[in-house]
Antibody, heavy 118, light 112 residues
Framework: EVQLVESGGGLVQPGGSLKLSCAAS????????IHWFRQAAGKGLEWVGR??????????AYAASVKGRFTISRDDSKNTAYLQMNSLRTEDTAMYYC?????????WGQGTLVTVAS | DIVMTQSPLSLPVTPGEPASISCTSS???????????LNWYLQKPGQSPQLLIY???NRASGVPDRFSGSGSGTDFTLKITRVEAEDVGVYYC?????????FGGGTNVEIK
């Protein structure tokens, strides 16, 4: 069974940092692209960024709203992807989800809540 | 960026009746490999999104056959032949043809 489990969310002050994890199981993690999305309370879904597989040189891409502040990485030996978030703003407050993409984006984790507030 | 436009915003439905949601993209989602990179998701209250339809018209594993997806290029439709109470939630179309991946604004399906 494919599973993605996010963790690492919490309350952080504006300007602070947080690192989210996405632990995967039930599939060959190293072959999959991993995407991060977020959803503010009562709002729609927003793509944050992605990291490709080793076969594609771990290429990353980011939404304009987070570029230069967020960094996605992965450790295939641990079947885990990460989202390092720096210089956090109140508008980054959201539920953060990771997903896998092979030919298409299918499985989503249950999400981890990030709250940026003073 | 590819802009996704979804309608209607809200869709009250009677159980047993059909429902239809439209999704239009600002650029073609049809790739040279013949795939339309358009997916449909349902987000039930308090849950993460779940895949219903992938590559425009393919039902995901475990999805009831009352759900179907159609369309190609820039115009897509999700249809439910007979809505059931468990189908309530927000439906999203999403293109994963290119980054940034983008979503329609969502359609809130509720039971009348």
């Amino acid at each position: 069974e494919v599973q993605l489990v996010e963790s690492g969310g919490g309350l952080v002050q504006p300007g602070g940092s947080l690192k989210l994890s996405c632990a995967a199981s039930g599939f060959t993690f190293s072959n999959s692209d991993i995407h991060w999305f977020r959803q503010a309370a009562g709002k729609g879904l927003e793509w944050v960024g992605r990291i490709k597989s080793k076969r594609q040189d771990y290429a990353t891409a980011y939404a304009a709203s987070v570029k230069g502040r967020f960094t996605i990485s992965r450790d295939d030996s641990k079947n885990t992807a990460y989202l390092q978030m720096n210089s956090l703003r109140t508008e980054d407050t959201a539920m953060y989800y990771c997903t896998r993409r092979e030919t298409f984006t299918d499985y989503w984790g249950q999400g981890t809540l990030v709250t940026v507030a003073s | 960026d590819i802009v996704m436009t979804q309608s209607p915003l809200s869709l009250p439905v009677t159980p047993g009746e059909p429902a239809s949601i439209s999704c239009t993209s600002s650029q073609s989602l049809l790739s040279s490999n013949g795939y339309n990179y358009l997916n449909w998701y349902l987000q039930k209250p308090g849950q993460s999104p779940q895949l219903l339809i992938y590559l425009g018209s393919n039902r995901a594993s475990g999805v009831p056959d009352r759900f179907s997806g159609s369309g190609s290029g820039t115009d897509f439709t999700l249809k439910i032949t007979r809505v059931e109470a468990e189908d309530v939630g927000v439906y999203y179309c999403m293109q994963d043809r290119q980054v940034p991946l983008t979503f329609g604004g969502g359609t809130n399906v509720e039971i009348k």
